[in-house]
Each structure stands twice: as C-alpha cells, then as structure tokens.
C-alpha cells in the first residue's frame, strides 16, 4: 500500500499521527522550554496558560498557575513597579510590536525577583482591543551567576571568529604576521623574507583589513590568543 504523503516536517506514515505527534511535542516543548512563557485573555483578565518554567519562576503549583487573575498578579508585583507593569499593558492598546519591561515580582516563598518580560498581542478583538496576549518571563534576579557563564559563551564565539578570520589569511600573510609579532619592522621583514619592502606593507594592510583589527599592538594580542607564538 502507498504510504500517504504527511504535511508535516516529521516522517510519520499518516498525516494524522504526524499532526498528533506535532501536537505532543509542541506542547511539550513550551512546556519544558527554559524560558517562562504564558498566555492572558485580556477579556476575561485571565492567565489561560503558563509553562512550567514561570511557574517555577513565580513559586505556583500546577493547580496554581491555572488560575491567575491579573488583579492577583498586580498583588505580586511590587508597589514601586506597578505603573510600569500597567504603562506597558497600556502600550498593547495600540501597538503590535513586543513591550519589555523589568519589574519585581514577590515569589510564593516571600523573596522579590527581578523579571524582564515581554508580552506582545496575539489577537484583537473586534474594536481593536487586545484579546489573546502571549509573554515571556526570564529572571534576572542574579545576573552575577550567569555572568562566568555568559563571559565563557562570549569568549568562545569570539575565538571561533577569529579562528574564522585566520582561515582567510593567506600562508604568505600568515608568514608575514609571525615576523610583525615578533617585533621585526616592515624593512627588517621584508629583508628575512626577500621581499619587497612595498610587498610588506601590503602584506600588513590586508592582514589588518582581514583581521578587522587597526594596529600592531591589536596584532599582537591576536596573534597570542590564537597560539602564533
């Protein structure tokens, strides 16, 4: 028997057993996904859903989360943050883009968290007023411990660009460079290599131009973080 062509991206033999495995493991994607996500009927002012991740964010349990009201969620936001919580639901009146703010919201154990959200309209209803609103939550309670984190995820990827950056320097160029970081000026590489001393400063000047760097010193602290030396 001919197999039935599915629509979906996953190689199932139906089209419906792709479309419920699709659904299985959508839901279990956002549910697991390490970033607070939530859904709010503006309508009925009612927190229709929210992921596990903000739950933990917040401290509710699973029966919880499942009846949020904003007035409550207004109870956990700080005093001070209030305004800012309602100016930004204010800009969902008229705007489609994404609205951020940073506020502190009380967690279920009594401390404050500092939350960066994003709420962005899913749907208006018929006049034009916000109906369906998603939301992210992340905490930035402790940045300070993401931060060895975050500067070991920085400096990898800027050592893969500058790996990247190498490969595009020629084996003469790559030569040129070992002599310039060894301290030897463009007449003293010129007269190791046999070359002219003209040949040499264009030698430079693409090296820098590839490099994306603008000096000798920038040169030379390249060259010993991708091991020239």
Not at 81 to 94: E, G, P, R, S, Y
Not at 136 to 145: S, V
Not at 200 to 228: D, M, P, Q, S, W
Request: net charge positive; with cysteine; charged share 25%.
């Amino acid at each position: 028997m001919e197999k039935k062509e599915s629509n979906s991206n996953i190689p199932f033999n139906t089209p419906e057993l792709a479309e419920a495995f699709k659904d299985k493991f959508l839901f279990a994607y956002l549910e697991q996904h390490p970033v607070g996500l939530f859904i709010n009927d503006a309508n009925s002012q009612q927190t229709l859903w929210m992921n596990q991740t903000a739950a933990d964010i917040v401290g509710f349990g699973k029966h919880r989360r499942r009846h949020i009201s904003y007035e409550l969620g207004l109870q956990y936001c700080h005093p001070d943050d209030v305004q800012i919580l309602q100016k930004a639901m204010n800009k969902l009146l008229t705007s489609d883009e994404v609205v951020e703010s940073l506020i502190q919201v009380q967690h279920e154990n009594g401390k404050w968290k500092w939350l960066q959200i994003f709420v962005k309209v899913l749907q208006r209803n018929a006049d034009g007023t916000p109906h369906f609103i998603s939301g992210t939550l992340i905490d930035m309670t402790n940045p300070l411990t993401q931060e060895p984190r975050l500067k070991d995820v920085l400096s990898e990827n800027q050592k893969n660009r500058q790996q990247h950056s190498v490969c595009k320097l020629s084996k003469r160029e790559k030569e040129v460079m070992q002599h310039i970081v060894k301290g030897l000026t463009d007449k003293e590489v010129a007269i190791v290599m046999f070359l002219a001393f003209e040949t040499i400063r264009t030698h430079r000047k693409n090296i820098y131009r590839k490099l994306k760097i603008k000096n000798t010193a920038a040169l030379v602290i390249f060259a010993k973080e991708n091991y020239f030396f």
